[in-house]
């Protein structure tokens, strides 16, 4: 074939896909549904020209579009890995985390749900082999959501909804074509009805062999990744190759599924890459996959749609039936998921509500697109497949994609429309209201003030002045109208936006990285809980999401007791130097938070809104000062470096500022320049690198805070640093039950507790300690105690905390304090106290 006119038929194609997306932005249709017609029409419109008698000149050029190499291998080697890879870069993490149940429940669960029911019913309505019919049901049981993601989009659904939706949606094109590799071989083996228990029992195998490859894989390129520091183009070139290499691999050398690989090594680069890149050359290269996902989505959109012809040219009247029991499975297969087991993840508490309009909506956008009709062209171009299947499956799954296609993608907006789901809410549209109105009185003051500096003509001012008058005071009028909004909805509303602010603030520090790409993701991520928190639920949502970003996670308990039990610091030692740093990034960004209630929120909702928020916001610092606090106690000399690491980055960048501004105003050349940021690059690397933190000897450190301890010598502080085990709990936690076996003593290193005993709340702080009280009269604690802010605690058993009380005066004091403060005899306690003393006994 002609090089010449095959790289212009390309290059003709992305002409196309230039034109597709305003196409169907002024058609309101999705975009995948242009491209797939654009295909079409090309594809009917070369069989014409190369049939039709009425000319031969362009013949040459149907020739070549009918006769490009598009093959099921183009497909699944070179554009799938490509979307796959992008659309976990693009992911959020720990968002996706967040949600793990319910994404995974519904890809797993609903692509083996809906190839069992498109199966049964076809092996029941047609003369297949089960195991062909199980095949069609595995490739049209993925679904593309690029269309009503974007529409959800639009029109200001809830995120953690379309968030749900691609994550399910990615891996259930994983699921799905295990599952299709897993069928094909039955069919290519001529296993008309295979075990069905058999077959999944070998889809573990399938993905667990491509997680533990993509895995090993990232890991390999973000190391080489991260010794390329400066070569910005030697770091993209391999995440390029990344995908590539981790399908081939564990397609034809482990024989494990390659889209799992290309998944696990995206979520390994998206969980590992920012904190071993410059935070610039991660941004950079996500936009280029971006880029690179936009052409192969497109590509493989109107390739595939150009074989459309060619699948159903064979077609006969009764497929048509067949195709309605594909359609008719599939939906009912969707709707069981969405209003059945949805809402069942909802009562358990697995997953968020999703409301019926968003369930219905879901369910008509679940089109099919490109990935169906490239596993249905596999079959068909394989040759160890018998003819009739073929035939039938290419027909069948190409009917069914363009009936997703044409009639539920060009009626999605419709039937959202229907739903309601595209106007706002009366809140939203009484806030947009008060915008407004702000807005244009913020813009009259500027208007006079340019007017007034460039001189201009005062007719031609006091005229537009009118009519911007008028405007203003419409705009006033229409706001005063809607002034009966509730002060909850408000205060709903001015935390979206401060929560929102908040997030562009993060964005703004980490492009001045004055906060670290490893932290960047984790503060975003938080940011996002408070959006949605406040959004569902208010202030109770947002005060939640605000306790949980200073809460010790599951992770920072896990590293806790591997160190307990297994000796093993690091990952505790890890966890302890991010919480610290996220900590100091939490604190720089809500200091500025205030500023924007003052200026915004209060001009659109009012002064007493606004005081809630300060409220609210004085709340959240003193919590992060709280915690902040407490890890400086623990870890004293950490603190310190970690404080003076941040001035340090700090300084770097306003350096790298000032260069910059004397480039651009000449006074440097771009050579100097060049050196100059070669030199600060080093030492920002250097400034990068996070001290080395030692659990053992902090821990040490931390007894010798204890004025309680401030008696022993060295080596019996290093003893009970040993014997004394650490305990981290949050907020409203409970450490001792009421009626529960006292065993233990606590000794408080950060934080505070509250006692509640008959009627009775005490607050004990930093130095003080409890639980002595039950061990030394021998009963059941009657007082329950619980952690009112991240508190960590020094946890001593009965047995040594009594040897310690017969060694320490100091000790023995706190006790007596502690029972006259609670109205009991010291007495009681210590019955021999002054005779028992030995201060030689080892602890």
Not at 99 to 111: E, F, G, H, S
């Amino acid at each position: 074939m002609d090089i010449v006119l095959v790289t212009t038929i390309i290059a003709s194609l992305f002409l196309v896909i230039g034109a597709a997306e305003p196409v169907a932005a002024r058609l309101r249709l999705p975009y995948s549904v242009i491209l797939a017609g654009l295909g079409i029409l090309i594809g009917l419109g070369a069989t014409f020209f190369l049939r039709t008698q009425l000319t031969d000149a362009l013949n040459p050029v149907a020739e070549a579009i009918l006769g490009l190499p598009i093959r099921s291998n183009v497909f699944l080697y070179v554009f799938l890995p490509t979307l796959l890879f992008q659309a976990t870069l693009g992911m959020n993490l720990r968002r996706m985390l967040d949600d793990w149940v319910p994404i995974l429940v519904l890809a797993v669960v609903a692509v083996v749900v809906a190839t069992l029911s498109v199966g049964y019913a076809l092996a029941w309505a047609s003369a297949l082999p089960l195991a062909a019919c199980l095949l069609i049901g595995a490739i049209v049981s993925t679904t593309d959501p690029s269309a009503v993601v974007s529409i959800f989009r639009s029109i200001s659904a809830p995120r953690r909804l379309a968030r749900i939706i691609e994550g399910e949606s990615l891996l259930n094109d994983a699921a799905a074509i295990a599952l299709f590799g897993l069928f094909m071989g039955f069919v290519m083996l001529g296993l008309p009805d295979p075990e069905l228990g058999d077959a999944l029992a070998r889809f573990p195998l399938l993905i667990a062999g491509g997680a533990f490859t993509g895995w090993l894989a990232a890991r390999v390129a973000v190391w080489i990744m991260a010794l390329f520091g400066r070569h910005e183009l030697a770091q993209t070139s391999i995440s390029v190759a990344l995908p590539y290499l981790a399908y081939i691999i564990a397609e034809q050398s482990i024989g494990a599924s390659g889209v799992i690989a290309v998944v696990a090594a995206g979520l390994t680069m998206n969980l590992t890459a920012p904190g071993r890149l410059p935070p610039q050359a991660w941004a950079n290269l996500r936009e280029l996959w971006d880029v690179l996902a936009h052409w192969a989505g497109a590509l493989i959109f109107i390739l595939a749609a150009l074989l459309i012809p060619r699948l159903l040219e064979e077609v006969r009247l009764a497929d048509f039936l067949l195709v309605g029991v594909v359609i008719l499975a599939a939906i009912a297969a969707r709707v069981v998921i969405l209003f059945g087991l949805l809402p069942l993840l909802t009562l358990l508490r697995l997953s968020p509500a999703v409301d019926r309009p968003y369930r219905v909506a879901i369910l008509w956008g679940g089109l099919r697109g490109a990935v169906t009709l490239a596993l249905a062209l596999a079959v068909t171009e394989s040759f160890r497949v018998p003819d009739g299947i073929q035939r039938v499956v290419g027909i069948l799954a190409t009917g069914f994609t363009l009936f997703t296609l044409i009639v539920q993608g060009t009626t999605l907006r419709w039937v959202i429309g229907r739903l309601g789901l595209d106007r706002l809410s009366p809140i939203d549209e009484a806030l947009s209201r008060q915008v407004v109105a702000v807005a244009l009185q913020t813009v009259r003051e500027d208007v006079a003030s340019t007017t007034e500096n460039y001189d201009l003509s005062r007719e031609t001012v006091r005229s537009e002045a009118k009519r911007f008058a008028e405007r203003l005071d419409a705009a006033v009028k229409l706001a005063e109208d809607s002034a009966d909004i509730l002060d909850r909805d408000r205060i709903a509303l001015g935390l979206i936006a401060l929560a929102g602010h908040e997030r562009d603030t993060i964005l703004a520090r980490v492009r001045e990285r004055t906060i670290s790409a490893r932290m960047a993701e984790q503060v975003l991520s938080d940011a996002d809980r408070l959006i949605e928190g406040a959004r569902t639920q208010g202030r109770s949502g947002y005060q939640r999401a605000a306790r949980r970003s200073v809460a010790y996670g599951r992770g920072f308990r896990t590293a806790v007791q591997l160190h307990r039990r297994l000796r093993l610091s690091g990952p505790l030692a890890r966890l302890t130097a991010d919480r610290f740093e996220l900590l100091l990034s939490q604190r720089l960004i809500l200091r500025d938070l205030g500023a924007f209630i003052d200026g915004r929120i209060r001009r659109i909702h009012g002064r007493r809104v606004a005081e809630l928020l300060h409220e609210l916001l004085s709340r959240r610092i003193e919590a992060v000062e709280t915690a902040l606090e407490g890890m400086r106690l623990q870890y004293p000399g950490y603190a310190e470096e970690l404080e003076r690491r941040f001035i340090r980055r700090t300084a770097l960048r306003m350096e790298e500022r000032e260069y910059m501004m004397m480039r651009e105003d000449g006074l440097i050349g771009a050579e100097v320049l060049t050196a100059l940021m070669a030199d600060l690059d080093a030492r920002r690397a250097a400034a990068e690198t996070r001290p080395r933190l030692d659990i053992a000897l902090q821990r040490t450190t931390l007894v010798r805070q204890f004025p309680l301890f401030e008696e022993f010598d060295e080596r019996a502080v290093k003893r009970l640093g040993r014997v004394l085990e650490t305990r981290y709990v949050n907020a409203g936690e409970t450490v001792i039950r009421r009626d529960s076996a006292a065993r233990r003593v606590f000794f408080i290193a950060s934080g505070a507790v509250e006692l509640k005993s008959a009627g009775q709340t005490w607050r004990l702080g930093r130095g003080e300690m409890f639980g002595q009280m039950a061990i030394l009269m021998k009963r059941s604690p009657r007082a329950e105690a619980h952690a009112i802010a991240p508190t960590t605690l020094l946890e001593l058993d009965e047995e040594r905390f009594r040897r310690l009380l017969r060694r320490s005066e100091a000790l023995r004091e706190a006790v007596r304090a502690s029972a006259e403060k609670r109205g009991i005899d010291p007495s009681v306690l210590l019955p021999d106290s002054a005779e028992t003393a030995a201060t030689g006994e080892s602890v």
